[in-house]
Each structure stands twice: as structure tokens, then as C-alpha cells.
């Protein structure tokens, strides 16, 4: 049985967001998968709305994301292999003038 990593992010407002992925806690020979939450505001209540998979694939490593990371941070103690950048919107449509 393939094993496939996955996570959840929730958010409200949100249109992308970066995910940033090490080696340490996954493997990129497997796939990725990212699920969004959204969070309603009704009233005084924050309530979980819809939810779905933005992101299903696997990922490959970056030497980029791993040296600029590192230039960034100075913090041997955190290295990222790759980022992943997901969007919440479900479809783009295009529209035609005809």
C-alpha cells in the first residue's frame, strides 16, 4: 500500500498559500496531498465550511527552495526541500466574448 502524506490547512479569505516540505517529514517519491478547509464566520462563531483537496501530486525536490531558504534563515536546524504553492479556487473560468 503506497503511503501518501497529507495535510489540512484552514483559513478564511484565503486565495493561495505556500506550503513549504522537508525531507525529514516526507517522502518525495510519494504522493502529496493537500486539503482546504474553509472558515465561516456566522455571528459571534467561527464554523468550519467547505472542505476539499487543492493539491494531489507528487513533488519534487528544489535546490533552490533549499539554499534560499538557508540564506534566508541562517538556521541549519530547518532546510526545506521543496514548496508547493496551492490555490483554494476550486475552478478558473475564462470568459469568451463571441
Given at each position: 500500500?503506497?503511503?501518501?502524506?497529507?495535510?489540512?490547512?484552514?483559513?478564511?479569505n484565503?486565495?493561495?498559500?505556500?506550503?513549504?516540505?522537508?525531507?525529514?517529514?516526507?517522502?518525495?517519491?510519494?504522493?502529496?496531498?493537500?486539503?482546504?478547509?474553509?472558515?465561516?464566520?456566522?455571528?459571534?462563531?467561527?464554523?468550519?465550511?467547505?472542505?476539499f483537496?487543492?493539491?494531489n501530486?507528487?513533488?519534487?525536490?528544489?535546490?533552490?527552495?533549499?539554499?534560499?531558504?538557508?540564506?534566508?534563515?541562517?538556521?541549519?536546524?530547518?532546510?526545506?526541500?521543496a514548496?508547493?504553492?496551492?490555490s483554494t479556487?476550486?475552478?478558473?473560468?475564462?470568459?469568451?466574448?463571441q
Amino acid at each position: 500500500m503506497q503511503q501518501i502524506f497529507r495535510f489540512t490547512v484552514r483559513g478564511k479569505n484565503v486565495i493561495e498559500f505556500e506550503v513549504y516540505l522537508s525531507s525529514d517529514h516526507v517522502d518525495f517519491e510519494k504522493p502529496v496531498v493537500v486539503t482546504f478547509q474553509t472558515i465561516q464566520d456566522k455571528g459571534n462563531k467561527l464554523t468550519p465550511g467547505e472542505k476539499f483537496v487543492a493539491f494531489n501530486r507528487k513533488v519534487k525536490k528544489d535546490v533552490g527552495v533549499l539554499l534560499r531558504g538557508f540564506k534566508g534563515a541562517r538556521d541549519p536546524n530547518v532546510f526545506f526541500d521543496a514548496r508547493i504553492t496551492v490555490s483554494t479556487q476550486k475552478a478558473v473560468e475564462f470568459a469568451a466574448i463571441q
